[in-house]
């Protein structure tokens, strides 16, 4: 059983990047914390993986060197004869690393040939450091701008040479295959990880940076934009629009204001989707030309340089981005590309890392996407044109998490993915409005609605809001659940379903849980959004749905049923409803381990609960909690998440038919993403809850 998984380049680059993206992201599932290695690093700069991993996965390297030794101490150690002094070296402050970590994803060097013939001296040195670590391989060939046939010759290459020199390899990535191809056929696995340009074009931002550029117009989301490809302006207008690309940027003399304004409004008349302007050779464009471009409101950045257009051009073309924290879209990017075309589930199992029996909230968040895609649901979003909710859907889309409806008018969503600069592309867009699906809605809700005297001609205005058509996809089968909230309010999310769902049979009341992702574990609380004062039946109902949706999430369900007082210790009618429903869920559900009446503190600290309830099975070990009323859990759970500095994901309806979901209107977009990979797993469950 392997503990790190050690990736080595074959060829000069390959995306690393990706790979120990998608390894991290595999582990980070299984294990309560991960670690990374780098057994060279460069002594100029913080090494950009090291950082990207540590960063992502919060894996603290305070405490541990994540590092072995710098390129220039190993070089001089090996001039000198002391290899096996390097060696050492770096395996003891590796062991310093596996020590505090139950799984290392390990990134080894950069490639150098050493251009005799023989195996690469360098490949040689990492496989090596990888049996030293007790480490599996996974080499890396980079297939950027290289014909299947060679691609596959490397691939084969570098698995003998690995087993040879006496590594133990765990599968082969070519990366940036320029075409899709058939990977060779080896004792491992192979895959082949197509070129995406979202992930190694630069931004405008990194464009800007390496020209040392002055920003005369943009913002942080214009600066964020991928550049695909550079366009020189220099001839007339008719000409530059002829050859303007999706993702271009624009390169021209800062005096040529026609094609300033020309491309900016080929921008915004959704003819091209540009990324960005270069103003070249210092020149500053007139005053008014400037206006024009304000008013046109494209959401592009323009950058002023001083050199002149080919020299800025070629400046340019030698820019590669790459994946950065501070970049999620590209983190994303990289992500979906490695879960599209790797059999994660097969590469897991050949790891065989021992699964934590904890769930860490890190787990829970990378667990929820993976679940959501392997029974992968169709979604609909009715905030069709909310910035936060498009940024959510290009990353939903990329990791593959749900097929997704956004809601609104195609121009208008059109018109702001071309201001954001993301790409919803494989999304279906639908206007409530002039959908042919509003008839049929209107005559269904009619019927729902009747004893409500809602008619006909009433129905079709109503089913043309955006939430209640949404309900309506739901309800009839074109769409698995709904997610919405961002710009909404609670009711008039919920309403909808309320009316249109409804909720599931036995079970008298709908309600919502908070999972709570505290720093060491994650909490189930119930139910702070829905239900103001819930009776005892209630309350009872909100218990078993709050159990059964923790362990749907791979929560052990132990309930607390909370009150101001502690077993037989207070007496009161709040404290006799949970009684009750304490009785009422033991009858219901005989093997749920449930206790209550419960205080907090004896419910989660273990001390307490040794005081309070010395023989208690829930007492101290909680992970449930179920609040009294409404007051007390939304309160408890803002309390707790401002304090505690906790994530608080939800609220999650639990109750209803067909799952749909409230966002808070704060809500960010990892909140969003979140929501909808709850929402498609309920989706795929068949009920929000039962």
Request: hydrophobic letters at 45%; aromatic letters at 4%.
């Given at each position: 059983?392997?503990?790190?998984?050690?990736?080595?380049?074959?060829?000069?680059?390959?995306?690393?990047?990706?790979?120990?993206?998608?390894?991290?992201?595999?582990?980070?599932?299984?294990?309560?914390?991960?670690?990374?290695?780098?057994?060279?690093?460069?002594?100029?700069?913080?090494?950009?993986?090291?950082?990207?991993?540590?960063?992502?996965?919060?894996?603290?390297?305070?405490?541990?060197?994540?590092?072995?030794?710098?390129?220039?101490?190993?070089?001089?150690?090996?001039?000198?004869?002391?290899?096996?002094?390097?060696?050492?070296?770096?395996?003891?402050?590796?062991?310093?690393?596996?020590?505090?970590?139950?799984?290392?994803?390990?990134?080894?060097?950069?490639?150098?040939?050493?251009?005799?013939?023989?195996?690469?001296?360098?490949?040689?040195?990492?496989?090596?450091?990888?049996?030293?670590?007790?480490?599996?391989?996974?080499?890396?060939?980079?297939?950027?701008?290289?014909?299947?046939?060679?691609?596959?010759?490397?691939?084969?290459?570098?698995?003998?040479?690995?087993?040879?020199?006496?590594?133990?390899?765990l599968?082969v990535?070519?990366?940036?295959?320029?075409?899709?191809?058939?990977m060779?056929?080896?004792?491992?696995?192979?895959?082949?990880?197509?070129?995406?340009?979202?992930?190694?074009?630069?931004?405008?931002?990194?464009?800007?940076?390496?020209?040392?550029?002055?920003?005369?117009?943009?913002?942080?989301?214009?600066?964020?934009?991928?550049?695909?490809?550079?366009?020189?302006?220099?001839?007339?207008?008719?000409?530059?629009?002829?050859?303007?690309?999706?993702?271009?940027?624009?390169?021209?003399?800062?005096?040529r204001?026609?094609?300033?304004?020309?491309?900016?409004?080929?921008?915004?008349?959704?003819?091209?989707?540009?990324?960005?302007?270069?103003?070249?050779?210092?020149?500053?464009?007139?005053?008014?030309?400037?206006?024009?471009?304000?008013?046109?409101?494209?959401?592009?950045?323009?950058?002023?340089?001083?050199?002149?257009?080919?020299?800025?051009?070629?400046?340019?073309?030698?820019?590669?981005?790459?994946?950065?924290?501070?970049?999620?879209?590209?983190?994303?990017?990289?992500?979906?590309?490695?879960?599209?075309?790797?059999?994660t589930?097969?590469?897991?199992?050949?790891?065989?890392?021992?699964r934590?029996?904890?769930?860490?909230?890190?787990?829970?968040?990378?667990?929820?996407?993976?679940?959501?895609?392997?029974?992968?649901r169709?979604?609909?979003?009715?905030?069709?044109?909310?910035?936060?909710?498009?940024?959510?859907?290009?990353?939903?889309?990329?990791?593959?998490?749900a097929?997704?409806?956004?809601?609104?008018?195609?121009?208008?969503?059109?018109?702001?993915?071309?201001?954001?600069?993301?790409?919803?592309?494989?999304?279906?867009?639908?206007?409530?409005?002039?959908?042919?699906?509003?008839?049929?809605?209107?005559?269904a809700?009619?019927?729902?609605?009747?004893?409500?005297?809602?008619?006909?001609?009433?129905?079709?205005?109503?089913?043309?809001?955006?939430?209640?058509?949404?309900?309506?996809?739901?309800?009839?089968?074109y769409?698995?659940?709904?997610?919405?909230?961002?710009?909404?309010?609670?009711?008039?999310?919920?309403?909808?379903?309320?009316?249109?769902?409804?909720?599931?049979?036995?079970?008298?009341?709908?309600?919502?849980?908070?999972?709570?992702?505290?720093?060491?574990?994650?909490?189930?609380?119930?139910?702070?959004?829905?239900?103001?004062?819930?009776?005892?039946?209630q309350?009872?109902?909100?218990?078993i749905?709050?159990?059964?949706?923790?362990?749907?999430?791979?929560?052990?369900?132990?309930?607390?049923?909370?009150?101001?007082?502690?077993?037989?210790?207070?007496a009161?009618?709040?404290?006799?409803k949970?009684?009750?429903?304490?009785?009422?869920?033991?009858e219901?559900?005989?093997e749920?381990?449930?206790?209550?009446?419960?205080?907090?503190?004896?419910?989660?600290?273990?001390?307490?609960?040794?005081?309070?309830?010395?023989?208690?099975?829930?007492?101290?070990?909680?992970?449930v909690?179920?609040?009294?009323?409404?007051?007390?859990?939304?309160?408890?759970?803002?309390?707790?998440?401002?304090?505690?500095?906790?994530?608080?994901?939800?609220?999650?309806?639990?109750?209803?038919?067909?799952?749909?979901?409230?966002?808070?209107?704060?809500?960010?977009?990892?909140?969003?993403?979140?929501?909808?990979?709850?929402?498609?797993i309920?989706?795929?469950?068949?009920?929000?809850?039962?």
């Open positions: 059983m392997a503990r790190s998984v050690y990736l080595t380049s074959v060829g000069s680059g390959g995306g690393k990047s990706t790979i120990a993206l998608g390894l991290a992201e595999l582990l980070s599932r299984q294990v309560e914390r991960i670690g990374v290695f780098r057994p060279l690093v460069s002594d100029t700069r913080p090494d950009p993986i090291l950082t990207l991993l540590s960063e992502r996965y919060r894996v603290d390297v305070t405490a541990t060197d994540p590092t072995g030794t710098t390129y220039a101490e190993a070089t001089a150690l090996v001039a000198d004869g002391r290899r096996e002094e390097l060696i050492s070296r770096i395996v003891a402050r590796y062991r310093s690393v596996e020590r505090q970590s139950p799984a290392v994803v390990v990134v080894g060097s950069d490639f150098a040939d050493a251009g005799d013939g023989s195996a690469p001296r360098e490949l040689a040195f990492n496989a090596r450091l990888a049996t030293e670590f007790g480490s599996v391989v996974v080499p890396v060939v980079d297939g950027y701008g290289q014909s299947p046939e060679a691609i596959a010759a490397a691939a084969r290459g570098a698995y003998h040479d690995l087993v040879d020199l006496g590594a133990t390899v599968a990535v070519a990366n940036r295959v320029p075409e899709p191809m058939t060779p056929d080896l004792p491992v696995p192979a895959y082949a990880i197509p070129e995406v340009p979202a992930v190694s074009a630069p931004t405008v931002a990194e464009v800007a940076a390496a020209l040392d550029a002055t920003l005369l117009a943009g913002d942080d989301a214009a600066l964020g934009r991928d550049v695909l490809d550079y366009v020189v302006g220099a001839a007339h207008v008719p000409t530059l629009l002829q050859h303007l690309t999706d993702g271009c940027l624009v390169i021209t003399p800062g005096d204001d026609d094609l300033l304004v020309a491309a900016s409004a080929a921008h915004v008349a959704g003819q091209v989707s540009v990324a960005g302007l270069v103003l070249t050779l210092g020149e500053q464009p007139d005053p008014r030309a400037m206006r024009l471009f304000q008013g046109l409101n494209t959401g592009l950045a323009v950058l002023g340089v001083t050199s002149d257009s080919y020299d800025t051009v070629a400046a340019s073309s030698r820019i590669e981005g790459r994946p950065t924290t501070a970049n999620p879209r590209k983190v994303e990017a990289a992500l979906g590309a490695f879960e599209a075309n790797v059999d589930d097969e590469l897991a199992r050949r790891l065989a890392v021992t934590s029996a904890r769930v860490t909230p890190l787990m829970f968040e990378y667990d929820l996407i993976d679940r959501a895609r392997a029974r992968r169709h979604l609909v979003l009715p905030e069709g044109t909310d910035e936060r909710i498009l940024r959510a859907a290009e990353i939903l889309l990329r990791r593959g998490v097929d997704l409806t956004l809601l609104g008018r195609p121009d208008d969503v059109a018109r702001r993915t071309r201001e954001l600069g993301v790409d919803i592309g494989a999304a279906a867009v639908v206007d409530p409005v002039t959908d042919p699906r509003r008839d049929e809605f209107a005559e809700y009619a019927q729902l609605r009747a004893h409500r005297g809602v008619t006909v001609d009433l129905a079709l205005d109503v089913v043309a809001r955006p939430n209640y058509f949404g309900t309506m996809m739901v309800q009839s089968g769409a698995d659940g709904m997610v919405s909230g961002a710009t909404h309010t609670t009711a008039a999310t919920i309403r909808p379903a309320f009316e249109i769902i409804r909720t599931v049979p036995g079970l008298s009341v709908a309600s919502s849980v908070f999972f709570m992702l505290l720093a060491d574990r994650v909490l189930v609380y119930g139910d702070c959004a829905v239900n103001p004062d819930p009776d005892a039946a309350l009872a109902d909100i218990a749905s709050s159990a059964d949706t923790a362990a749907r999430f791979g929560i052990e369900p132990r309930v607390a049923m909370l009150s101001y007082s502690t077993g037989s210790s207070g009161g009618a709040d404290v006799e949970v009684a009750e429903a304490t009785a009422l869920v033991r219901r559900r005989p749920l381990l449930v206790e209550g009446p419960i205080q907090y503190d004896a419910a989660i600290d273990p001390q307490v609960a040794r005081t309070k309830l010395p023989d208690s099975t829930v007492a101290g070990r909680a992970t909690f179920v609040f009294p009323d409404l007051n007390t859990g939304n309160n408890t759970y803002k309390a707790v998440q401002r304090s505690a500095r906790a994530v608080a994901v939800g609220p999650v309806m639990q109750g209803l038919n067909r799952p749909v979901n409230d966002l808070s209107r704060g809500a960010t977009v990892p909140d969003i993403v979140n929501t909808v990979a709850i929402t498609a309920q989706a795929a469950n068949g009920e929000a809850s039962s």
